[in-house]
């Protein structure tokens, strides 16, 4: 099984997904490959791609960019929920793992969606700024190196337009933010980014204790 909630047993987390989860069976494939995968905790959960999703539809988003691919949950999950014009925009600097989920990109059929842009995402975000696109995003997800989650962030805030929602991944990481030994320059990041964001009177800011840990920050 996929990692659970943070805070959720694991048998209160499997009657959540068993009450829940309507993954389509492209999605159930991708990730049950993916578990295999040393890396796997990097997956987002199927109840996070299905908020991911939802997300999408509530808003009526039409372009969305991510920060993060891995091997492409949570970008399948909202490319099938975008409408058929719809685009992600997609950054992540792996080769083989966006192999993996180009593969599942194409077996959905939404391949024609995803633009996917292997270079470091802050030279993609500041072309994707240089090239005009800036307040043209409705919704953009952070899910990368947690030590750049704040240059990720101010560029992402420019980028979506007014309204537009930020979604970011593992900001609760392990529970370790609350862990004073914990001094590592992840979870240090995790803790600044938390920090800053609070005060941000830029965006309107709710933190959901799903998965890992998501922050939701609407631009005003
Ligand atoms: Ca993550």
Known sequence: MTHKSLGLSDALYRYLLSVSLREPAVLRQLREETVLHPLQMMQVTPDEGQFLSLLVQLMGARKTL?????????????????????????????????????????????????DLRLAPALDTLDALIDEGHSSSFDLAF?????????????????????????????????????????????????????KVLHQDTRITLCMVPMSDGLTLAIRR
Request: proline share 2%; with cysteine; net charge negative.
């Open 66 to 114: 991510e920060v993060g691919v891995f091997t492409g949950y949570s970008s399948l999950a909202v490319a099938l929920a975008l409408p058929a014009d719809g685009q992600v925009i997609a950054c992540d600097v792996s080769e083989e793992y966006t192999a993996i989920a180009r593969r599942y990109w194409q077996q959905a059929g939404v391949a024609h969606k995803i």
């Open 142 to 194: 952070i899910d990368a190196d947690k030590g750049n989650y704040l240059n990720y962030y101010e560029r992402s805030l420019q980028l979506v337009r007014p309204g537009g929602l930020i979604v970011a991944d593992n900001v609760l990481w392990s529970g370790s933010v609350i862990d004073a030994a914990d001094q590592s320059d992840s979870t240090n990041a995790i803790r600044r980014f938390n």
